[in-house]
């Protein structure tokens, strides 16, 4: 398969192919099957956090007992090791400045 040129806005969970204002804080290539994986894991994201929210309505479970924020954490690092693997020079230079991934991971 192809490779494709994506931009991608972690913040929106935007994955596109078209360069416009606020959507390439990243730049990847990848196949469909990729995109298809990288939708997957912003999806995940996205119900985690939704999870988070409606935990944080629950005042006698703690924050660091919260299931939710630990999938949220999880699923976001998987998504940035999956950007950090496909994304060209800048994006991978950007996410080890962020220091969200661990040195064997870069």
């Known amino acids: 398969m192809d490779k494709q040129k994506y931009f991608i806005s972690v913040g929106e969970g ?3 192919q078209v360069r416009y204002q606020n959507n390439d804080d990243f ?3 990848a196949t469909e099957d990729e995109i298809t994986l990288l939708r ?6 996205h119900e985690s956090s939704f999870d988070s ?3 944080a309505h629950i ?6 007992n919260d ?7 999880n699923t976001m690092t998987e ?10 020079e800048k994006t991978k230079n950007h996410i080890q400045t962020m220091g969200i991934l661990s040195d064997k991971h870069l």
């Open 14 to 16: 935007e994955i596109s």
């Open 27 to 29: 730049v990847i290539y």
């Open 40 to 45: 997957s894991k912003f999806e995940d994201m």
């Open 53 to 55: 929210f409606k935990r």
């Open 59 to 64: 005042p006698f479970m703690p924050y660091h």
């Open 67 to 73: 299931e939710a924020n630990d999938m949220y954490d």
């Open 79 to 88: 998504a940035f090791q999956l950007l950090y693997d496909l994304g060209d």
